[in-house]
């Protein structure tokens, strides 16, 4: 698949994730716990989020990104993986998988990174690949931004809330097949 290019004061480009990408991801996805999912009242610090998420940073997490990548591209019908670049560093990523239904997650864009339809442009190329299914994802029930973004895209609050880990709050989430798809 072609990069596709965003224009702004910075260039911006979605890819396929690369092998070496791995050790960027993993740090960046336990950058992204520790900037968007601290909450007092949750009693979710950045201990807890180290204890739940800290290995994404270390051997194992590095190890699991560069494992799905490498799955990703030899079946791309089953795993998408893409990342946002600027002309310096990996600024985003989105990742999915098709089983039974398809699974959105994670998702996430560095604060500079935001307001410049990147995340719309990821969600455009998720829902192409994911075509006609049932997507579903989990997001924090404090994360009002990410809830307005994901509904803005179709999805909707399907279920109750729970608790991820025995604390993180957290609400499912759905988009349907488009009514009159083809779903085989």
């Not at 396929?16 to 960027?24: E, F, G, P, R």
């Not at 600027?86 to 398809?102: A, D, K, M, P, W």
Request: charged share 20%; aromatic share 10%.
């Amino acid at each position: 698949m072609p990069a596709a290019r965003i224009s702004s004061d910075m260039a911006y480009v979605i890819t396929a994730a690369h092998l070496d990408d791995a050790a960027t991801l993993g740090p960046l996805h336990l950058r992204n716990w520790l900037e968007n999912y601290p909450n007092a009242d949750a009693g979710i610090d950045e201990l807890w989020i180290r204890e739940h998420r800290g290995s994404s940073a270390g051997t194992e997490g590095i190890t699991q990104w560069r494992e799905f990548i490498e799955v990703a591209s030899q079946h791309p019908h089953l795993h998408f993986c893409r990342v946002v670049r600027s002309e310096t560093e990996i600024v985003g990523y989105l990742r999915g998988h098709r089983e039974e239904s398809v699974t959105l997650g994670p998702m996430y864009l560095l604060d500079h990174a935001q307001g410049h339809g990147l995340g719309g442009q990821l969600m455009t190329e998720f829902l192409a690949w994911a075509g006609p299914a049932h997507i579903r994802l989990g997001v924090a029930d404090y994360n009002a931004g990410a809830i307005r973004f994901y509904r803005r895209h179709g999805f909707e609050i399907t279920g109750d809330r729970y608790l991820w880990r025995g604390r993180l709050p957290t609400l499912p989430m759905t988009r349907e097949a488009p009514a009159g798809a083809d779903l085989s």
